[in-house]
């Protein structure tokens, strides 16, 4: 079904297979090289930039040190909820965001070595962190904070079955399952939470696991209640001038009617049109980089850097973009924003973890929820990637997005308020 290919992953081949790690860190290369990469290969730039950001999450889950290694750095603010739950955000939060590009074939190129490597590490370390005595055990049990990330790891499920799902043992299903089920012990706050709730009870339907049939909905129901117009949905009764609408709302809205959708549980029509929301609240995503290759540090969560563009990223991936924004602009616009924030001094620690802040290193600009697990949501803005490189999303030559067009006094396309 054509709604759900954004969902469904591509077959794979040779899951096992020894990759020599000399071989992986030559293709990675250090960081100066990477600044080097050249503007006419994007994707080379991507891809070598997500490997640098997420292997060390995925690397040290995989080598059972997640929490020995991972720098606990929390917001000055921070308030009384367990600083352990960093753990699990930062697990939730990468997987999903790496989850489109793990589900492309194995090959032999540069790109295939890194994404193997990644992948098979980020199995093993599922594999190792929900076994018994684990010294990465995540964090279910306590606060609310583990509702949202289990979220995301559901997501990552759903992103990429065959390759992040399918692969992991029995027993580590069954852990799983059983600490999405132990959730529903919490309910999720009145605003965007109400998605987490509901993409969790998706992935378990999805899975043919008995669901919570009201928290599955609430979601769904309350945020399409919340509806403000032109692509944008309240955060609650009010609307929020933030990103929410890219970190969650969006994304997850339409990742669950997907799968209610598939069950036969939605009518194609309601899936029809979160989509069509989400594709405008994606067009005006692009018309706020500037020429420059900036956006506004807006709202709250601004410590999630790119991850404010999951939303246009997605429709990227899904192959929806509208008529009037190219995939070619898109490409060159985000890649341009990435430039300019992921090679700036102090975004990465000397080992290649996110540190806090928005360009650069500034923990106080990030807010009293925020640690270092929390930064990883900004992987979320790299989900074109599992558009193999043929797609013209990454073959078609650079092109000006609308507002470099726009201050460069060339033609550009108008823009008018929708009502649906």
């Known amino acids: 079904m054509e709604r759900r290919k954004f969902i469904g992953a591509l077959s794979l081949t040779g899951m096992l297979g020894v990759i020599d790690p000399k071989e992986v860190v030559a293709i990675a290369g250090n960081n100066e090289q990477l600044k080097l990469e050249k503007a006419g290969n994007d994707r080379t730039y991507w891809y070598k930039l997500l490997y640098k950001m997420a292997n060390p999450v995925v690397s040290n889950l995989a080598n059972g040190t997640l929490v020995k290694n991972m720098p606990l ?12 739950v960093s753990y699990l955000e930062a697990v939730g939060r990468c997987y999903a965001g790496i989850a489109p590009w793990l589900a492309l074939p194995d090959d032999h190129t540069e790109e295939g070595i890194l994404r193997k490597k990644l992948r098979l590490d980020a199995i093993k370390g599922l594999d190792s962190c929900f076994a018994p005595n684990s010294p ?26 065959e390759a992040l799902w399918k692969p992991l043992k029995s027993e580590t299903k069954e852990a799983i399952i059983t600490a999405f089920k132990s959730l529903r012990n919490r309910k999720p706050f009145k605003s965007n939470w109400l998605l987490f709730g ?16 009201a928290r ?33 709302i969006h994304p997850m809205m339409v990742d669950t009617l997907a799968v209610m959708l598939s069950k036969g549980l939605v009518k194609a029509e309601r899936y029809d049109l979160a989509l069509k929301r989400m594709q405008r609240y994606a067009l005006g995503q692009e018309r706020m980089i500037s020429p420059e290759g900036t956006y506004p540090p807006i709202g709250r969560s601004i410590t999630y850097r790119t991850g404010a563009f999951q939303a246009l990223a997605q429709v990227a991936l899904m192959k929806k973009l509208p008529n009037t924004v190219s995939p070619a602009q898109v490409r060159s616009a985000l890649t341009k924003v990435k430039q300019n924030m992921y ?9 290649n973890w996110l540190q806090l802040g928005f360009c650069g290193h500034d923990p ?29 999303f ?14 460069a006094a060339k033609t550009f396309p108008k823009d008018y308020h929708v009502d649906f």
């Open 198 to 213: 509901s993409i969790t009870e998706a992935f378990l339907l999805s899975i043919g696991v008995p669901h919570d049939e």
């Open 73 to 84: 750095i929390t917001s000055p603010t921070f308030d009384s909820r367990t600083p352990a």
């Open 216 to 248: 599955l909905n609430e979601g769904v129901d309350k945020l399409n209640e919340w509806y403000k117009g032109d692509g944008w949905y309240g955060d609650g009764p009010n609307l929020a001038f933030d990103y929410y609408n890219s970190f969650v």
């Open 364 to 392: 106080e600009i990030a807010d009293y929820y925020t640690s270092t697990g929390s930064l990883y949501m900004a992987t979320l803005s790299f989900l074109p990637l599992g558009l193999p490189a043929t797609d013209e």
């Open 136 to 161: 990465d055990k995540l964090n279910f049990a306590k606060d609310h904070q583990p509702i949202v990330d289990a979220a995301y790891l559901a997501q990552t499920f759903l992103r990429a079955p």
């Open 394 to 407: 990454w073959s078609a030559p650079a092109a000006d997005w609308t507002a470099k067009k726009a201050w």
């Open 343 to 351: 090679d700036t001094p102090g975004t990465f620690d000397k080992m």
